[in-house]
């Protein structure tokens, strides 16, 4: 293989609000990597991803100044990491139509999300929620991304992302598109709902109860926690003491990565403890980190016209990757230039 410039691409869909899973298990991350240096950093806003499922339109545009404004309000500096939305980027979708060619009926029909996506009425999902993970595949591939930070329901994409680059590289004999490695770490990979342990907190979910969203006031922050299910046992004095704990393992998750802390660091410190104590630290903890932050984008939103200008400037350095990427992924294939 040759060696590949290293590069972080992720992407983040713009329908609703971010929630405390976008930002844990994703955007903190993002941050992360990006003021680690040692990579170039690639931020998406999955505009084409999020249409896969119906989205009015006004609503779509002000999601997607809205994530525009997460994305900085949480540390991402548009200077420094390419930030921009993938309409703007027609070579996403024209290199999606090759990986539609390269990937198998057999391989999508496993993507478990989509089974979960489509529900009981797959036969009324749209063509393009069945084809997302192609498309997905080729926001990666189209800037020869080597890494990609996601929450832990986005590994089987991941997995297919690297099927899809081994086989075109084999099919057309040729070493062109890297084998990318996810990267899923930290201590909230899934943070789970606040009202059941065993579902992913999540934007689409029916209940507000079971999310907290990166724009919930302080208040409504507070009361989530104090409101979110447990169990009647105090918290255990180590990790293992968790077990069957789902709700309890969830909040005590939550609490390291805000912290950044680890997981046996919360329990050390709150051994022996009832949620009576332990949820009004978390409260606080909680407002603490996203009250700064959600202030930051309601002033950002003020200027929607700056948001725009970022956006295209983002778009304008995305493409200078992406174009000569698309072009000689088309000679390959043996499309005449
Ligand atoms: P989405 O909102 O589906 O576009 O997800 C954007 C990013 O947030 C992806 O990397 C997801 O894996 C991550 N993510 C979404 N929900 C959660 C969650 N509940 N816990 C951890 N990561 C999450
Ligand atoms: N599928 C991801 C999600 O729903 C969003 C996404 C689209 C993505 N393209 C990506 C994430 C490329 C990482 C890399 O969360």
């Not at 009004?280 to 009250?291: E, F, K």
Request: charged letters at 25%; aromatic letters at 8%.
């Amino acid at each position: 293989m040759p060696e590949f410039t290293p590069r972080v691409f992720s992407g983040i869909q713009p329908s609703g609000g971010l929630t405390l899973g976008n930002y844990l298990g994703a955007m903190k991350r993002f941050v992360e990597l990006q003021n680690a240096g040692t990579h170039e950093t690639v931020y998406c806003i999955v505009d084409l991803h999020a249409i896969t499922v119906w989205q009015d339109p006004a609503e779509l545009a002000k999601a997607t100044r809205e994530l525009c404004a997460g994305y900085i309000a949480s540390g991402i500096d548009p200077e420094q990491s390419v930030l921009f939305h993938q309409s703007k980027v027609a070579e996403h979708v024209q290199l999606a139509w090759i990986f539609n060619c390269v990937a198998r009926m057999g391989w999508m029909q496993r993507m478990t999300q989509f089974k979960d996506k489509a529900g009981k009425n797959a036969e009324n999902a749209s063509l393009g929620l069945f084809a997302y993970p192609a498309l997905m595949a080729a926001d990666i591939l189209v800037y020869h991304a080597t890494h990609v930070p996601v929450g832990e329901d986005q590994k089987q994409h991941l997995e297919l992302t690297r099927d899809i680059a081994v086989k075109f590289n084999h099919d057309f004999e040729v070493e062109f598109f890297p084998v990318t490695e996810s990267v899923i770490e930290g201590a909230a990979t899934r943070v789970m709902s606040l009202r059941d342990g065993s579902k992913k907190m999540s934007k689409s979910d029916q209940s507000d109860m079971s999310r907290i969203n990166m724009t919930d006031s302080a208040d409504a922050i507070a009361k989530k926690i104090r409101k979110a299910r447990t169990d009647p046992e105090p918290l255990p004095s180590d990790l293992a003491g968790l077990d069957g704990r789902p709700e309890a393992r969830n909040l005590v998750n939550i609490f390291a990565a805000l912290a950044d802390s680890a997981p046996e660091a919360v329990i050390k410190d709150y051994a022996g403890q009832q949620f009576s104590a332990f949820k009004p630290a978390l409260a606080d903890l909680a407002v603490s980190r996203l009250s700064p932050i959600s202030a930051e984008m309601a002033r950002l939103m003020e200027d929607p016209a700056e948001i725009d200008r970022i956006l295209d400037r983002g778009a304008e350095r995305a493409r200078a990757i992406a174009a000569p990427i698309l072009k000689r992924t088309y000679e390959i294939a043996g499309m005449v230039g």
